[in-house]
């Protein structure tokens, strides 16, 4: 899965998990603002939420076990994973899926399509070459690379709505939901809470991150979320925005990656090399409505570069970006322009394109 950058600065409540573990970290009784809150390690990362609402402390059990379950579903070389069942059938035959690993799957032939193959879900022959994140990451020889990059397809990913099912046409294809399933799984939360009736919240997963309502702090104010520093620890931000009911997601360059021989390699891949993005680029915060399109766009703005990037979000009329260089200058969207403000001594300014 990816890591994001992403830090949430509330408008006086800081933000901070209480630690990582498989089981309940902290529960508490809503008392002075304070939240309820639950923190598990889940799909390899740290997965926080936070309910803000009075009596609906049986919520987080509700959010964590739809959490569960869809990482069971789509977590890859997992026993019992549906999409593992997908990528062992590759050229042999269709897989009939869940409705709910069905619609990820769509979305992310969805966003491969949409993207003219900068998001490609069949990156998986690529990602698992190198295996950036994992203890056995290595820099693959190119002649690796250049075996695997023929299955990289996503035109030979089939799909049966009627029939919920789906297939690879090679043999050796892999889909790789890494891109999207963060993202599918924290909407799949936030339908969850609103089940429960939950008005305000944040779900935090793995750095994805999504505010729901006004701030408790006054419910006619938006939260103020804050964009990571690329460069620096976690918590540290550059410039913050208001935002409710909206999702945060940001992919950059330095948080999980493999050092080989000086060089840094990102974890996200370029279906088009076989090797991690290098661009101009150090970090892409997408800013929507669905967390799932937030996190397909992330990946596929990187590949794209700034101006493509940024031309290919201004053509959206339903997302954000802030594109963070690695000359240090940022760039807003025109969504953006009037809100986020960059912090003062970030070591950052704002920038515009010509």
């Known amino acids: 899965m990816k890591k994001r950058l992403i830090v949430v600065i509330l408008m006086l409540l800081a933000l901070v998990a209480t630690g990582c573990s498989s089981q309940t970290t902290a529960k508490r009784e809503l008392v002075s603002g304070d939240p309820y ?5 889940l799909m390899g990362t740290v997965v926080t939420i936070k309910i803000y609402d009075k009596g609906k402390q049986g919520a987080l059990d509700a959010a964590f ?11 890859v070389n997992q026993k019992g994973s549906e999409v593992d069942a997908v990528n062992k059938n590759a050229g042999m035959k269709p897989v009939h899926v869940t409705p709910s690993v069905y619609r990820v799957i769509e979305a992310a032939k969805h966003y491969s399509e949409n993207s003219n193959g900068s998001f490609d879900l069949a990156i998986g022959p690529i990602t698992s070459l190198w295996h950036i994140g994992f203890a056995d990451a290595r820099k693959p020889a190119q002649s690796e690379i250049d075996a695997k990059l023929p299955l990289v397809h996503y035109q030979d990913v089939v799909l049966n709505k009627k029939q919920q099912t789906v297939y690879l046409k090679k043999k050796g294809m892999a889909i790789d939901l890494g891109g999207i399933a963060k993202g599918f799984i924290t909407d799949e939360v936030v339908k969850t ?22 701030s408790p702090k006054s419910s006619k104010k938006d939260w103020s979320v804050g964009i990571q520093d690329p460069k620096k620890p976690r918590g540290t931000a550059i410039g913050t925005l208001p935002a409710s009911n909206k999702t945060i997601v940001t992919s950059g360059i330095y948080e999980r990656y493999l050092k080989v021989d000086g060089k840094v390699y990102m974890h996200l891949m370029n279906p088009k090399t076989g090797y991690p993005f290098d661009n101009e680029l150090m970090g892409v915060s997408i800013i929507t409505k669905k967390s799932v399109d ?18 290919y979000i201004e053509k959206l009329n339903y997302a954000d ?16 322009k009037d809100k986020f403000k960059l912090l003062k001594d970030s070591g950052y300014t704002l920038a515009k394109l010509k």
Do not use: C, P, W
């Not at 429960?196 to 750095?207: E, K, M, S, Y």
């Not at 937030?294 to 031309?311: E, I, P, R």
């Not at 970006?321 to 953006?336: N, P, Q, R």
């Open 294 to 311: 937030g996190d397909a766009l992330s990946t596929a703005t990187f590949d794209k570069g700034l101006v493509d990037g940024m031309a």
């Open 193 to 214: 809470l609103k089940k429960q009736h939950v008005t305000t919240a944040i779900i935090d997963l793995g750095g994805n991150i999504f505010v729901m309502g006004k």
């Open 37 to 41: 809150s639950d923190t598990q390690f």
């Open 321 to 336: 970006a802030i594109f963070v260089t690695k000359d240090k200058k940022v760039y807003v969207s025109s969504g953006l």
């Open 65 to 75: 076990s739809r959490v569960q379950q869809l990482a069971d579903e789509l977590t």
